[in-house]
Nanobody
Framework: QVQLVESGGGLVQAGGSLRLSCAAS????????MAWFRQAPGKEREFVAG????????KSADSVQGRFIISRDNAKNTVYLQMNSLNVEDTAVYYC?????????????????WGQGIQVTVSS
């Protein structure tokens, strides 16, 4: 089992920045592909960004490309999401997720482990 706990969310004005963290405990963190998803009210959960086991490869959704950066520190069992130039459309509950390598990164059903989610609200 892997337990994931997100932190760093909150309220920020448009144009501002936040950094989300996801701390993992349990079985090996470094053999998991990690990702961030988000879900806004009335919408489906969507892929935000993913990172390979070593951290060498990252992918981001078009909607956050150039604004959000995913990274990980395997020594600290933590994955991060640096969010810059936030806008009101980024308002959502953000989830950290983990999977063993092999599944399509953008598909939520490929992830076996999920955090409880954390609210990010961007005001205009």
């Amino acid at each position: 089992q892997v337990q994931l706990v997100e932190s760093g969310g909150g309220l920020v004005q448009a144009g501002g920045s936040l950094r989300l963290s996801c701390a993992a405990s349990g079985r090996s963190f470094s053999d998991k592909v990690m990702a961030w998803f988000r879900q806004a009210p009335g919408k489906e959960r969507e892929f935000v960004a993913g990172i390979s086991m070593s951290g060498a490869v990252t992918k981001s959704a078009d909607s956050v490309q150039g604004r959000f950066i995913i990274s990980r520190d395997n020594a600290k069992n933590t994955v991060y999401l640096q969010m810059n130039s936030l806008n009101v459309e980024d308002t959502a509950v953000y989830y950290c997720a983990a999977q063993r390598s092999g599944g399509a990164w953008a598909l939520p059903e490929k992830y076996s482990y999920w955090g409880q989610g954390i609210q990010v609200t961007v005001s205009s």
